[in-house]
């Protein structure tokens, strides 16, 4: 029987360069990650959201969170979701919405990071040209963007950030981000 | 520069990948070669508001027809390419 | 310890507690914490600090700002040495080290001045005249002996230690400069509530009101300006950014600033770079950059001991510095006398006030107190060998000598507005000022206020500060309160123009950086270089580091008079960014080395690394190249040996880099169709197909497999180099031509490990992780999913190297465990790793096109494709690939190629000729665009298109490589050399 051991991106690669006063690294483990596009019948999709997760799915670059997931307008009528429950995480989505929307996993495709403390928003001030203040970058904001070339979708946890970005740049990723939060203590939790 | 993106918000330059004239319009299956000919090569270059085609690529990746003033780089307005 | 000879014994806004130490040109000396390096050297008695750039001329400091054309010093030392720096903006830190530039072998005696060239040798258009002819010399002769002789400092020749960083802020208004103005700008629109950014380049926040005894509000101005730094400050919608020069204004209120972060220090602080780059975006934002003053051109202008009145201020009051012992002045404008008051009142002596102007009003007059003054009079020539001696006064009554080691000069002010052109503005000229104003078409939402404005009292500037302030949170959507105005005094600012002293008999300099001079400009004029962008180019005016900020207006105000027209119809150069000198390692920030770009590695690179993979960069991609194993002479020996195992036994190779787009909705197939040049709608679910796409244009743009894994969900994979190209192509394809149909898309090349297991053995080490992939159950071209070990595997039945072969798939997480996985389940068949090298040679044996022959040049036709291309229905490149060229029968063709000597090596790139036929342009017939070596057949063998090459199997042809000096002969073939029949997939 074949057992295959999953490998986070950034498994090895956070290595703390401080006492995490200014800003704390998190890679949090066990995340699904799923791209929704909804079909051509946007009611239908809308209301199977709402039966089966609760939620109003506005086609904007917005967070709507529910208790189990994470859903971020990535692009017109996309979705990126995130949340708990693994392996089976995209399967289970696409059983919910079939007939309404398709579901790609990506549980594979994105390394994820939290970004927290008091100094998270100037780390990411050296790599994202996103304007996160809160006038501009709201409670439930996402940014589908870039940090030095590397693509990064960008929305708020408490005290900080959660960042995804491509699993295969991660190690140059931590190259940006390590360097620019060594001023401010990087800790990794 | 800074882009509008109708979905993303204002963006940076960077963000984006630039194709041309937005005027252009693929000619159908029945069209002759001069026709297809002009699609492919034939832009104007107006000096002014230009209709472009630019595609987000780093954000929400939709194509958008921008407005473009050629003369000053100021950019007018943004819109989804897609009805 | 000394405090130096030239500092006054109280006052300036230094520290006078806290002492460094540093060294200049070896010797070791003192200033105190707020010193610029300028202001320490001159404390210290050192008027000269640099030999100039092409007469290596001794100079001295001339200003006390970023404008400063003359004391440029090499600062620090080893790999941190950095040349060019400004004496003026150095900030003095303890240990610091610095160094006079150009100069050989010591600032006192320097050979270059000794022995320079005499007469002309350097007059404007030196270089295009005198290094023509011969083209060898200049490499040879001229440019080493100029590079000996000249240039501007020595780079350090070594890595900088140090990091660079890149940063992005926001805000609603953005001010650029921390003088009276901007300081009022910025709180006025602080108070309102925007988020406000203040950048001053300097380290204390004041600009000029550092500079000045006048007084705001009944306190002195440096006061009143700390006291609006601590409110600034204290506003949480306020970010004071000092050290921070703006360099350059971009579209749509887009800003660039240079941040000096630890260029103040011995070395940066853990963790924090020496400067950071920003980009601000801005909604609004002023401008208040101030003026600068000034030099007047006349003989001698340049000796050590001349310096800008204004300066001679700074130094005075800020610094607490005497210029000299004995100080005259020389100017044309009523604001210069102030210079001759605070002298008085520090207690220099003040030997004479000589202005150019016939009256001046007696309040004015008064300010110099019992000196003498010379109305009506200019200096025509300063004397001196090493620094300032004397002068030579040219006055109605004639020509007097007068004694004095110092001279302050004042030819005006300039209103500061590069940024304000950056987009393209035109400045225009003012009567009044004497001066250029701000352009009529400023970048939108930028406006100017303060001396940069042309208001240039500290109560215009105050008032104007603050109007702009509020106009600019206004704009932004704050309501700004009007502040009350501060009390300020209204200076006098009169001025009557006076570029250039016409009695001068001695070298006059108009441009001290690039050592341009009165008769340069003549010369350029009687040559025909009138207009000014030539007047620039001709004699390199304003073309040194400092971008002429003291010299560009004195000169083209001399060449409209040179010309016979006004300033305003001679008109400005164009100002463009950077408005500050900006070192390549901050624009560069983290991208340095192997970080220039991102590096992406595949799923199973670490899995890879620990079998010994060499790795290779394939665009962004680091892909495992090849494997060695111990005994291995040459990369060949292990290429081959990885290529025959896969002919043999089976290897194991990460595709993973391959794009891969996820294409859902009912209408996949009809878009396939469109996009492909050969039918994809008939695919059945579970099947997969080789498919081609076209550019409109009618060439090949990319190939690649899709496979129909549901009735509405399918999967292309792409060409690792063209993944994002297709990807952006087919969103084009979906969003703007076709949106009606129903495709839906998702990049998920991130999301799939995939690996090709190749060779006989492939089904048998398959069927040890997922059970039997006979080809009952996995027949050619089958897409099936497995479950392994409760992961859903894709398996694809593809072949690249012509053997039995598959893909197998699986959500990137688990891509390193499967391949030791894969590893495991190969032993005892003879499972080896292979690289892409090998990958490479297998592909060449069977013909299969690759990065290499989809170049963007060729068609379908041209890959031995054209049968692909669908008749039946319309697809993007259909009728442009029908073009006569592209169907040309002459045309290169694919071909296949083996050197006839077996043991030589061709190089792709090379160019085919007939056997005897001259190696010209017109006897090309095509090139050869892949080379392996071939196990299989035990020779060299290559791809590359010949014309009607498929006819012309057996003939023998030259392939000419001029660049790697190859010629060769090959035989052309048929593109597949091995197994031509194909049988080995199903075997
Ligand atoms: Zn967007």
Same mark, same amino acid.
């Given at each position: ?189 | ?83 | ?442 970048? #939108?939402? +930028? %406006?100017?206020? $303060?001396? !940069?404005?042309?208001?240039? /009292?500290? &109560? ?6 603050? *109007? ?91 060449? #409209?008079? +040179? %010309?016979?027209? $006004?300033? !305003?119809?001679?008109?400005? /150069?164009? &100002? ?6 900006? *070192? ?94 050969? %039918? ?308």
């Amino acid at each position: 029987m074949v057992d295959l051991a999953a490998r986070s991106a950034f498994d090895g690669l956070l290595l703390p360069i401080g006492t995490g006063q200014g800003v704390t690294v998190h890679e949090p483990a066990g995340l699904g990650v799923a791209t929704i596009l909804a079909g051509p019948d946007r009611a239908a999709f809308a209301a199977r959201v709402r039966d089966m997760f609760a939620a109003t799915l506005s086609s904007g670059s917005m967070h709507i969170a529910t208790p189990a997931i994470s859903f971020l307008g990535t692009s017109r009528n996309v979705w990126l979701a995130v949340g708990a429950g693994g392996s089976t995480f995209a399967a289970d989505l696409a059983r919910s919405l079939a007939g309404v929307g398709e579901v790609a996993d990506q549980s594979g495709a994105y390394g994820i990071l939290d970004l927290t403390g008091p100094n998270a928003m100037a780390v990411l001030a050296k790599g994202l040209p996103i304007d996160l203040d809160s006038s501009a970058f709201a409670e439930d904001a996402v940014a589908v963007s870039h940090i030095e070339h590397i693509g990064v979708i960008v929305w708020r946890i408490p005290g900080g950030f959660r960042l995804a970005t491509p699993r295969s740049s991660a190690a140059s990723f931590w190259h940006w981000l390590s360097a620019s939060a060594a001023e401010y203590e990087l800790g990794v939790a | 520069m800074r882009i509008p993106c109708p979905f993303c918000g204002p963006r940076d330059l960077s963000e984006f990948a630039y194709l041309g004239d937005a005027a252009p319009v693929r000619p159908a299956e029945t069209s002759d070669a001069t026709a297809v000919f002009d699609y492919v090569y034939l832009r104007a270059n107006p000096a002014g508001p230009h209709r472009e085609r630019w595609y987000h690529a780093s954000g929400c990746r939709l194509w958008l027809t921008v407005t473009r003033d050629t003369r000053t780089h100021e950019v007018l307005f943004a819109e989804e390419a897609a009805p | 310890m000394s405090v130096g000879p030239y500092r006054l014994p109280t006052g300036g806004a230094i520290d006078r507690a806290q002492a460094l130490s540093f060294r200049f040109d070896g010797t070791s000396l003192t200033g105190f914490a707020g010193d610029t390096l300028a202001s320490a050297l001159l404390a210290n008695g050192h008027r000269v600090v640099g030999r100039s750039f092409k007469y290596h001329r001794p100079r001295g400091v001339l200003t006390a700002g970023p404008e400063e054309p003359n004391a440029l010093v090499e600062l620090r030392s080893g790999a941190r040495r950095e040349p060019n720096t400004k004496a003026t903006t150095a900030e003095l830190f303890d240990g610091l080290e610095a160094a006079s530039q150009n100069r050989w072998p010591s600032l006192r005696f320097d050979i270059g001045a000794a022995a320079r060239l005499a007469g002309s040798a350097a007059s404007a258009g030196f270089y295009y005249k005198t290094f023509m002819w011969p083209a060898a010399f200049w490499e040879k002769v001229y440019e080493p002996a100029i590079r000996r002789a000249a240039g501007l400092g020595r780079a350090s020749g070594v890595e900088d230690p140090d990091t660079y960083e890149k940063a992005f802020a926001f805000c609603d208004v953005l001010v650029i400069g921390g003088g009276p103005a901007g300081l009022i700008a910025a709180l006025t629109a602080g108070r309102s509530g925007a988020r406000v950014i203040l950048c001053d380049e300097d380290f204390v926040l004041g600009g000029r009101l550092n500079a000045e005894r006048t007084e705001i509000d009944g306190q002195p101005a440096a006061i009143w300006a700390a006291a609006i730094a601590t409110e600034l400050e204290a506003l949480p919608n306020v970010r004071v950014m000092r050290r921070t020069a703006v360099v350059g204004v971009y579209d749509g209120g887009t800003y660039a600033a240079l941040e000096r972060v630890a260029d103040h220090l011995l070395e940066p602080p853990f963790g924090q770079p020496r400067q950071r780059f920003w980009r601000i975006v801005a909604k609004t934002a002023v401008l208040a950059t101030g003026a600068v003053e000034r030099p007047i051109v006349f003989g001698g202008n340049d000796k050590p001991g001349v310096m800008m009145a204004g300066a001679v201020r700074t130094y005075l009051n800020r610094f607490s510095v005497a210029p000299g012992r004995r100080v005259a002045f020389f100017a044309n404008n009523d604001d210069a006398w102030t210079t001759a008051a605070d002298l008085r009142a520090a207690g220099v002596d003040l030997v004479a006030v000589i202005d150019s102007r016939a009256e001046v009003a007696d309040h004015i007059r008064a300010k110099a107190g019992n000196a003498r003054v010379e109305l009506s009079a200019a200096v025509a020539d300063a004397k001196g060998g090493y620094g300032l001696t004397s002068l030579q006064i040219a006055t109605p009554k004639g020509r007097i000598a007068l004694d004095a080691d110092a001279l302050a000069v004042s030819g005006g002010w300039n209103p500061q507005l590069g940024l304000a052109t950056h987009l393209g503005g035109k400045p225009q000229w003012s009567e009044r000022h004497a001066a250029f104003l701000l352009p009529a078409d400023l970048p #939108a939402g +930028l %406006t100017v206020a $303060g001396a !940069a404005n042309g208001m240039m /009292t500290t &109560a215009e500037a105050l008032a104007d500060g603050a *109007a702009k302030g509020a106009t600019a949170a206004d704009a932004a959507g704050f309501t700004a309160a009007p502040a009350p105005l501060p009390r300020a005094s209204d200076e006098s600012f009169a001025v009557a123009p006076l570029w250039q002293v016409a009695a001068s008999r001695t070298k006059a300099f108009v441009d001290f950086q690039n050592d341009v001079t009165a008769s340069d400009l003549a010369l350029s004029v009687r040559e025909g270089f009138t207009s000014v962008e030539h007047l620039k180019r001709y004699t390199t005016l304003g073309m040194a580091t400092d971008q002429g900020r003291t010299s560009n207006v004195n000169g083209l105000a001399m060449l #409209a008079a +040179l %010309t016979g027209r $006004g300033i !305003a119809e001679t008109g400005a /150069t164009r &100002a463009r960014p950077p408005e500050r000198p900006v *070192a390549f390692g901050a624009l560069a920030g983290l991208h340095r080395g192997k970080h220039l770009k991102p590096t992406r590695l595949t799923p199973s690179h670490r899995w890879a690394a620990s079998e010994g993979a060499v790795f290779i960069e394939a665009g962004p991609w680091l892909r495992a190249q090849w494997y060695p194993r111990p005994g291995e002479k040459t990369w060949l020996d292990s290429v081959s040996r990885e290529a025959a195992a896969v002919r043999s036994a089976v290897g194991i190779c990460d595709v993973s880099t391959l794009g891969k787009i996820a294409l859902f909705g009912r209408d996949v197939g009809a878009f396939l169709d469109r996009v492909y040049c050969n %039918t994809f709608s008939t695919l059945p679910v579970g099947k997969l197909r080789y498919g081609l796409m076209l550019r409109e244009d009618g060439f090949v743009m990319d190939d690649g497999t899709t496979a129909r894994l549901s009735e509405n969900e399918w999967v292309m994979s792409t060409t690792t180099a063209n993944a994002a190209k297709v990807m952006h192509h087919l969103e084009l394809a979906r969003q703007v031509l076709w949106p009606q149909l129903d495709v839906r898309l998702a990049s998920v090349t991130e999301q799939w490990a995939q690996f090709a297991i190749a060779g006989p053995n492939a089904r048998a080490l398959l069927e040890r992780l997922l059970g039997d992939v006979s080809d009952e159950v996995v027949p050619y071209l089958a897409a099936r999913i497995f479950d392994l070990g409760g992961i859903p595997a894709r398996l694809f039945r593809v072949s690249f190297s012509g053997e039995r072969a598959y893909e197998i798939a699986v959500p990137a997480q688990y891509g390193d465990a499967l391949a030791h996985e894969l590893m495991w389940a190969g032993e005892g068949l003879g499972v080896t790793p292979y690289g892409t090298e090998a990958l490479g040679v297998l592909r060449i044996e069977k013909g299969h096109v690759a990065g290499n022959e989809l170049n963007g040049q060729t068609t379908a036709r041209d890959l031995g494709l054209g049968k692909m291309m669908s008749a039946k229905k319309d697809y993007i490149g259909r009728v442009m690939a029908a073009r006569p060229a592209l169907i040309d029968p002459d045309r290169p063709m694919l071909a296949g190629f083996r050197a006839v000597d077996p043991t030589k090596r061709p190089r792709a790139g090379a160019h085919f000729l007939k056997i005897g036929a001259p190696e010209t342009p017109e006897n090309d017939e095509g090139y050869l665009t892949s080379v392996a070596f071939s196990p299989a057949l035990n020779r060299w063998i290559g791809l590359g298109f010949i014309k009607r090459g498929p006819e012309r199997v057996g003939e023998r042809i030259r392939a000419y490589d001029r660049m790697q000096g190859g010629d060769l002969e090959l035989e052309i073939c048929a593109p597949v050399f091995v197994d031509p029949e194909g049988t080995r997939v199903h075997g």
